[in-house]
């Protein structure tokens, strides 16, 4: 790996460690997100504290520390070194070095690397998570599904180059959510908007 990859790699990494989520419920005095129903550091859970505006912001920052991540390597040293910082700012969610390295499930921030990546194919996968969500009111789902299909609207938007990214981070989405997909198969997953 030259060193240019490895500094947008850790760059990346810093940009996406930022934890929105607790960080907004904190700023709203909604209490230690981590305290609340799963614990977990990303949208949805900062939905159950029951404020919409604090989901939504946290939803935003995110997904839009993933796309900062991969617009910056970008303009600074070209699309390989984008890749490398959108792996580093999912990483980065996911393990976040100020929280133990206890960090979300990176739905958000890996829509907002497509977005920048490839807006078509992000727009793709957001609407694959709305449509899902929509029939089914299973946020997990919606986000496995949309997480599965990324590779899928690279590949047809021309972003070929992009898809061993799309893979890896959609292996990490599935893995950060075995405990949901144990409960989708029991049937025990709340739906959206439901409490844990």
């Known amino acids: 790996m030259s060193l240019t990859f490895l500094v947008a790699l850790v760059l990346g990494y810093l940009v996406g460690s930022i934890p929105f989520g607790v960080l907004v ?3 709203m005095g909604l209490g230690d997100l981590r305290s609340i129903g ?3 550091i990303g949208a949805t859970n900062v939905l159950r504290t029951g404020n919409k505006g604090a989901a939504l912001a946290t939803l935003l920052l995110d997904g839009g520390k993933g796309a900062v991540a ?3 390597a970008r303009a600074i040293a070209g699309e390989p070194a984008a890749l490398f910082a959108a792996l580093g700012a999912f990483l980065g ?3 976040p070095v100020w929280l133990g ?3 979300g499930k990176g739905v958000a921030t890996f829509l907002g690397i ?6 078509p194919a992000g727009i793709a996968a957001c609407l694959t998570w709305l449509a899902t969500a929509f029939a089914f ?3 997990s789902l919606a986000a496995l599904v949309a997480a599965a299909s990324a590779p899928v609207w690279l590949a047809l938007f021309g972003r070929s180059d992009a898809i061993w990214l799309a893979v890896a981070l959609a292996v990490l989405v599935v893995v950060r959510h075995h405990a949901n997909i144990r409960r989708l198969l029991a049937g025990t997953e709340p739906k959206i ?3 844990k």
């Open 25 to 27: 419920t904190r700023a």
């Open 38 to 40: 799963s614990g977990n």
């Open 70 to 72: 991969v617009l910056v």
């Open 93 to 95: 969610h996911l393990f």
């Open 101 to 103: 390295f206890r960090g």
């Open 114 to 119: 497509l977005l920048a990546l490839a807006w």
């Open 137 to 139: 009111r299973f946020s």
């Open 193 to 195: 908007g439901k409490g």
